[in-house]
Every structure is written in structure tokens, then in C-alpha cells.
């Protein structure tokens, strides 16, 4: 099992995440600590990230195998999350 971490950034993004969606985003987060690799990898400047899609919204994160860490970075619209 992983240990999941929000960045300051995150923790800004999920409380403007209208109610409905933010549910389904955190249970999408919580469910990173048993698959830390559901998202697909990102390429170009996010090289290093993953994404998971929870429609409409993407969370970006970085999974570490040697802490069993995940750091969620962003949780924002989809056509916001890569800007």
C-alpha cells in the first residue's frame, strides 16, 4: 500500500471542485493507494507525472516506488490541469 500526500496546490484545487465530482475525485485519489499506477503516463514538460482521468476533471500525481509515496500535484478541470 502507498501513502498519498497533496501538494499545496491540491489542497487549494479540491475545495473548488463543485460537491458531486469532489466525491468521486477523492474516492479516485484513495483508490491510488492500491493501484498507484491507474493513470497513463505523461510526456513533454509533465514527463515524470501521471494522470487519472475522473471526468471532467484529471488529476496529475507523481508515483515513488521506493517510498511507496504518491504526491498529488493538481486536481483541476480538464482544460485547466495542463496549462
Known amino acids: 500500500?502507498?501513502?498519498?500526500?497533496?501538494?499545496?496546490?491540491?489542497?487549494?484545487?479540491?475545495?473548488?471542485i463543485p460537491l458531486p465530482?469532489?466525491?468521486?475525485?477523492?474516492?479516485?485519489?484513495?483508490?491510488?493507494q492500491w493501484s498507484p499506477f491507474l493513470g497513463k503516463r505523461?510526456?513533454?514538460?509533465?514527463?515524470?507525472q501521471r494522470s487519472m482521468k475522473?471526468?471532467?476533471?484529471?488529476v496529475?500525481?507523481?508515483a515513488d516506488e521506493d517510498k511507496k509515496l504518491i504526491t498529488i500535484l493538481r486536481a483541476r478541470h480538464r482544460r485547466d490541469s495542463y496549462k
Open 42 to 48: 505523461l510526456k513533454g514538460r509533465f514527463a515524470g
Open 1 to 16: 500500500m502507498y501513502r498519498v500526500e497533496l501538494s499545496r496546490s491540491a489542497l487549494k484545487d479540491l475545495p473548488r
Open 21 to 32: 465530482w469532489r466525491e468521486r475525485v477523492v474516492d479516485s485519489i484513495e483508490a491510488l
Open 60 to 62: 496529475r500525481y507523481i
Open 54 to 58: 475522473v471526468w471532467p476533471y484529471r
